[in-house]
């Protein structure tokens, strides 16, 4: 089992910033990705951005330029820094990882709030 703990949301002002962490503890050995996704509401959950154990980071369109994902000692911590923030970015966000056989993992979500 694997668990993840965001925290970092809260209410900010149009063109802020935050940066969102997610604690990943358990049985980390075997991940392979890990991502950050948002779900507005009445809207679906929708990917923000992913890191792969190799390094390699994909973006959605709406957050490119603005948002970086990064992570600490590989597995256990993931970070999602969130500049130039819109009120359109006001979304539960939520850590996900990815462990081998495709065993999916997900946090219980951090509201972000941008009042405009």
């Known amino acids: 089992q694997v668990q993840l703990v965001e925290s970092g949301g809260g209410l900010v002002q149009t063109g802020g910033s935050l940066r969102l962490s997610c604690a990943i503890s358990g049985s980390i050995f075997g991940i392979v990705a890990m991502g950050w996704y948002r779900q507005a509401e009445g809207e679906q959950r929708e990917l923000v951005a992913t890191?792969?154990?190799?390094?390699?980071?994909n973006y959605a369109d709406s957050v490119k330029g603005r948002f970086t994902i990064s992570r600490e000692n590989a597995r256990s911590t993931l970070y999602l820094q969130m500049n130039s923030l819109k009120p359109e970015d006001t979304a539960v966000y939520y850590c996900?990882?990815?462990?081998?056989?495709?065993?999916?993992?997900w946090g219980q979500g951090t509201r972000v709030t941008v009042s405009s």
């Open positions: 996900r990882v990815v462990k081998s056989l495709n065993t999916v993992y």
């Open positions: 890191i792969i154990v190799g390094g390699s980071t």
